[in-house]
């Protein structure tokens, strides 16, 4: 069997030079990896190294597992026994210098023969340096430092441009083909953005190398600054699954974005970066302007090879380039038209609103204790003029992105105010309406002045008003997001928290922020009351809510089953299709009747 501590860095990254508490600097933080059959020698081995300051330790017992590990963590290094079960260390050895992304591993022998037949042997296969067992505490530390300082100094000049300091060409290939690996394995995809600068050449013949060289490492700087700063894909770029940007070659870059949910997310990191390279540089007193072609391919759609997935984003940047500077083109034709539809959505979205395209249906809230309709949630379709009835699924996200979503929601504030106005001239006074907010609503600092218009406007209660927030909102843990809530409370509407328990739950913000009421998502609904899992995480938030004085709507009912366990919990309210799936206004006056 195998057992391993994560690792912090690869063989894809250089381990840069420095110094800390015990003068390893980034040293310590490479990842040794162990391959060795004598679980007692491998602790012991780790206990030495992390005495000495390597922490970051993977141990392989079973020798059959090693080139498997080897391909999918990356090691800096590898201590390697040669006597072993099935597998041998000499079959090993053979099988790294064979890989061509792990010929260059450095490998140091541990073994107890001293003959010198066995020591030319795996000198031939291409072992790094030798460690006698048993093994000294002092010759271990001071060969694995010797070796890491090596292989840092040797990853500089073999994988580093020397004019950006970014990774160059093959630093890229050996990313992208661990990068296959792991997104293979997970079945997580990733995006390689090909970016060509415009009308670089000109420049170059207009100016000279030397200013040419200082546009480039410009140029390097601020692509690096964008991709460092993408909200949610920030993590650094030495890390196993992270991402990078290298030097493709003379005026090429190529990015490596990981963890996408979308391959359409990768274009609007492409915009951001053209966007960065179109702001003028300032070289040798000149005033320059350029532009970038960029093409995207994404995994696995668009390749499953690093050299595939290369060879697709060239092609994207080239058809780019055809079609004319600052251009941004997928190569699968699927995404080009998925890019245009979300672009068409885009537009017509901003003249949606002026044409009344949009409309609010309402899911009766329900209470469990009399079976009464206490209130109803105000849910938002687009009513498009060609495809007809739009969920938000369809265009909430692109609202957001494009900044849309704050004119759109004070819309359904406005929207759901007047309908409970209305209701109220029939005669329905006391009937509750809950609003959804997303979170650039909150940061523009605009909720709650379009919460107070829209009430005096059409003469509602506040108190039956709902705003609901999902915990992505109210887990950013951010000031001026805690102010903007208690200024939404202060307008006397109630504050529900949304699709409880599915985010990073905390009971932080249940005492910090002014909530009245939790929503139990239909994730833990569906399964009950047979699965056990579920029926305990309802219990609890039930139990949590009664304690904080709190209401508790449960969403997504479907079954008597379900009703009847909530109602044994002493749930308040639920809402779903037992009752009712979203209707119109007028059903839902007849649903009341």
């Given at each position: 069997?195998?057992?391993?501590?994560?690792?912090?860095?690869?063989?894809?990254?250089?381990?840069?030079?420095?110094?800390?508490?015990?003068?390893?600097?980034?040293?310590?933080?490479?990842?040794?990896m162990m391959i060795d059959d004598e679980p007692i020698l491998v602790e012991v081995v780790r206990t030495f190294l992390a005495e000495s300051g390597f922490t970051e330790f993977v141990s392989i017992t079973d020798p059959t597992l090693a080139i498997a590990a080897i391909q999918t963590q990356r090691p800096d290094m590898l201590l390697l026994d040669l006597k072993m079960p099935k597998v041998s260390g000499f079959d090993i050895l053979k099988m790294v210098r064979q890989d061509p992304y792990l010929k260059m591993l450095p490998v140091v022998v541990m073994t107890s023969a001293s003959d010198a037949e066995t020591k030319l042997r795996v000198l031939e296969l291409g072992a790094t340096d030798f460690l006698e067992k048993p093994v000294d505490p002092s010759e271990l530390a001071l060969r694995v430092r010797n070796t890491l300082a090596v292989k840092a100094y040797?990853?500089?000049?073999?994988?580093?441009?020397?004019?950006?300091?970014?990774?160059?060409?093959?630093?890229?290939?050996?990313?992208?083909?661990g990068q296959v690996r792991r997104s293979a394995r997970t079945l997580s995809p990733f995006s390689v953005l090909q970016i060509n600068l415009d009308r670089f050449n000109k420049i170059n013949e207009s100016l000279g190398h030397r200013s040419a060289d200082a546009l480039l490492v410009s140029v390097a700087e601020r692509l690096q600054a964008c991709i460092r700063g993408t909200d949610g894909i920030g993590r650094?770029?030495?890390?196993?699954?992270?991402?990078?940007?290298?030097?493709?070659?003379?005026?090429?870059?190529?990015?490596?974005?990981?963890?996408?949910?979308?391959?359409?997310?990768?274009?609007?990191?492409?915009?951001?970066?053209?966007?960065?390279?179109?702001?003028?540089?300032?070289?040798?007193?000149?005033?320059?302007?350029?532009?970038?072609?960029?093409?995207?391919?994404?995994?696995?759609?668009?390749?499953?090879?690093?050299?595939?997935?290369?060879?697709?984003?060239?092609?994207?940047?080239?058809?780019?380039?055809?079609?004319?500077?600052?251009?941004?083109?997928y190569f699968n034709s699927a995404y080009n038209r998925e890019s245009a539809d979300r672009l068409a959505l885009e537009s017509q979205l901003h003249r949606a609103i002026e044409r009344g395209e949009f409309r609010l249906l309402y899911q009766p809230k329900v209470d469990l204790r009399t079976l009464e309709i206490v209130g109803a949630e105000a849910l938002i379709r687009w009513q498009h003029p060609e495809r007809g009835l739009l969920t938000p699924n369809f265009f909430i996200s692109i609202a957001e992105q494009s900044r849309l979503i704050i004119d759109l929601g004070a819309w359904v504030i406005d929207e759901a105010c007047r309908q409970m106005a209305e209701w109220q001239h029939?005669?329905?006074?006391?009937?509750?309406?809950?609003?959804?907010?997303?979170?650039?609503?909150?940061?523009?600092?605009?909720?709650?002045?379009?919460?107070?218009?829209?009430?005096?406007?059409?003469?509602?209660?506040?108190?039956?008003?709902?705003?609901?927030?999902?915990?992505?909102?109210?887990?950013?843990?951010?000031?001026?997001?805690?102010?903007?809530v208690k200024a939404v409370a202060e307008t006397g509407v109630s504050i529900s928290l949304d699709d409880f328990g599915t985010g990073f739950?905390?009971?932080a913000y249940l005492k910090r922020l002014p909530l009245t009421e939790l929503k139990i998502d239909r994730s833990?609904?569906?399964?009950?009351?047979?699965?056990?899992?579920?029926?305990?995480?309802?219990?609890?938030?039930?139990?949590?809510?009664?304690?904080?004085?709190?209401?508790?709507t449960a969403e997504g009912v479907e079954t008597e089953g379900q009703l009847q366990f909530l109602q044994s919990l002493g749930c308040n309210q639920f809402q779903g299709f037992l009752r009712s799936k979203p209707i119109a206004p007028q059903d839902f006056i007849a649903l009341l009747k």
């Amino acid at each position: 069997m195998s057992s391993s501590a994560p690792a912090s860095s690869s063989s894809n990254s250089p381990l840069p030079t420095g110094t800390n508490s015990k003068g390893l600097g980034m040293l310590a933080h490479a990842s040794i990896m162990m391959i060795d059959d004598e679980p007692i020698l491998v602790e012991v081995v780790r206990t030495f190294l992390a005495e000495s300051g390597f922490t970051e330790f993977v141990s392989i017992t079973d020798p059959t597992l090693a080139i498997a590990a080897i391909q999918t963590q990356r090691p800096d290094m590898l201590l390697l026994d040669l006597k072993m079960p099935k597998v041998s260390g000499f079959d090993i050895l053979k099988m790294v210098r064979q890989d061509p992304y792990l010929k260059m591993l450095p490998v140091v022998v541990m073994t107890s023969a001293s003959d010198a037949e066995t020591k030319l042997r795996v000198l031939e296969l291409g072992a790094t340096d030798f460690l006698e067992k048993p093994v000294d505490p002092s010759e271990l530390a001071l060969r694995v430092r010797n070796t890491l300082a090596v292989k840092a100094y040797n990853d500089r000049m073999a994988y580093f441009d020397p004019l950006t300091s970014l990774p160059n060409r093959s630093f890229l290939m050996h990313q992208l083909a661990g990068q296959v690996r792991r997104s293979a394995r997970t079945l997580s995809p990733f995006s390689v953005l090909q970016i060509n600068l415009d009308r670089f050449n000109k420049i170059n013949e207009s100016l000279g190398h030397r200013s040419a060289d200082a546009l480039l490492v410009s140029v390097a700087e601020r692509l690096q600054a964008c991709i460092r700063g993408t909200d949610g894909i920030g993590r650094p770029a030495d890390q196993p699954g992270g991402n990078s940007l290298s030097r493709f070659s003379g005026d090429e870059f190529t990015a490596v974005l990981v963890d996408l949910p979308e391959g359409l997310l990768a274009g609007q990191v492409a915009k951001r970066l053209q966007d960065a390279i179109a702001r003028p540089f300032h070289i040798d007193g000149n005033e320059l302007f350029i532009n970038a072609s960029i093409g995207i391919a994404t995994f696995p759609n668009d390749g499953d090879t690093a050299e595939s997935m290369l060879r697709n984003a060239e092609s994207a940047m080239r058809e780019s380039k055809r079609i004319g500077p600052k251009t941004i083109r997928y190569f699968n034709s699927a995404y080009n038209r998925e890019s245009a539809d979300r672009l068409a959505l885009e537009s017509q979205l901003h003249r949606a609103i002026e044409r009344g395209e949009f409309r609010l249906l309402y899911q009766p809230k329900v209470d469990l204790r009399t079976l009464e309709i206490v209130g109803a949630e105000a849910l938002i379709r687009w009513q498009h003029p060609e495809r007809g009835l739009l969920t938000p699924n369809f265009f909430i996200s692109i609202a957001e992105q494009s900044r849309l979503i704050i004119d759109l929601g004070a819309w359904v504030i406005d929207e759901a105010c007047r309908q409970m106005a209305e209701w109220q001239h029939l005669g329905i006074r006391d009937l509750k309406v809950a609003v959804n907010v997303a979170t650039p609503q909150l940061a523009e600092n605009r909720l709650s002045k379009d919460l107070k218009r829209s009430i005096g406007r059409h003469g509602v209660k506040p108190s039956n008003l709902i705003v609901e927030f999902t915990e992505s909102i109210l887990m950013q843990n951010d000031q001026e997001i805690d102010i903007a809530v208690k200024a939404v409370a202060e307008t006397g509407v109630s504050i529900s928290l949304d699709d409880f328990g599915t985010g990073f739950s905390s009971l932080a913000y249940l005492k910090r922020l002014p909530l009245t009421e939790l929503k139990i998502d239909r994730s833990f609904v569906m399964g009950l009351p047979g699965d056990k899992d579920s029926a305990a995480i309802v219990g609890a938030v039930v139990a949590l809510a009664r304690n904080l004085g709190l209401q508790v709507t449960a969403e997504g009912v479907e079954t008597e089953g379900q009703l009847q366990f909530l109602q044994s919990l002493g749930c308040n309210q639920f809402q779903g299709f037992l009752r009712s799936k979203p209707i119109a206004p007028q059903d839902f006056i007849a649903l009341l009747k």
